[in-house]
């Protein structure tokens, strides 16, 4: 019996604007892999750097990614 699994992958940010180039080619590869069906959840904590603009960016027209913008640092 094949079961498909799926798996949510939950990234909180904060103020991470020059890490983000590298952690989205992670998660594109693993986004690509044929093994399981997977969601990318980006959690916006309210950065005062690029993050924001840059996840914006990042995400449009992928469909496995969504985001979450916090007003503010909780």
Request: glycine share 4%; hydrophobic share 45%; net charge negative.
């Amino acid at each position: 019996m094949n079961l498909i699994k799926n798996i949510t992958v939950l990234v909180p940010v904060f103020n991470e604007a020059a890490l983000l180039p590298g952690l989205f080619e992670r998660l594109d590869k693993l986004a690509a892999t044929q093994d399981f069906n997977i969601s990318i959840l980006i959690v916006e904590d309210g950065s005062s750097d690029e993050t924001p603009q840059l996840i914006e960016t990042a995400i449009t027209g992928k469909e496995k990614y969504s985001a979450i913008f916090l007003s503010r640092n909780f």
